[in-house]
C-alpha cells in the first residue's frame, strides 16, 4: 500500500495542490458575500492565502471588463482545466497509480 503513494509521488502532490486550490477559490467566491475584503476572520484569511495567487494569475489572463468579485470562478477554472491537462500528460507518462492489483500481491 506504501508503494502506491510513494511510487507516484508526483502525481499526487500536483493533483491535491490543483484541487486545494480550485476548490478554495470557489470558497473564497462563496464567502466574500458574507465576509469583506479586509476581515481579520482566520477562514477568510485562510482562503486568502492560499488563492491570492492563483487570482492573480487569472487577473492577468482575463479581459479587464471581468469584475474582481468573479475573479476566483475564473481563477478555479482555469486550475481544474490545468489539472484536467496535468492528468492527461501524467496518464500519458505512466506517472499515474494503477487501479487494479499488483501481479503476485
Known sequence: MQS????????WI???VL???????????????FVPA???????????LLTDWA?????RMVPSYVQGRFLPLVAACWLFGI????GVLLVGAGLVPSITP???G
Open 55 to 59: 487570482v492573480w494569475c487569472a487577473r
Open 14 to 16: 500536483v493533483m491535491y
Open 19 to 33: 484541487a486545494l486550490t480550485a476548490w478554495a477559490c470557489i470558497g473564497r467566491f462563496a464567502m466574500q458575500a
Open 38 to 48: 479586509d476581515s481579520p476572520n482566520y477562514i477568510w484569511r485562510g482562503f486568502r
Open 83 to 86: 489539472r484536467l491537462v496535468a
Open 102 to 104: 499488483a501481479a503476485g
Open 4 to 11: 502506491f503513494v510513494t511510487d507516484h509521488l508526483l502525481f
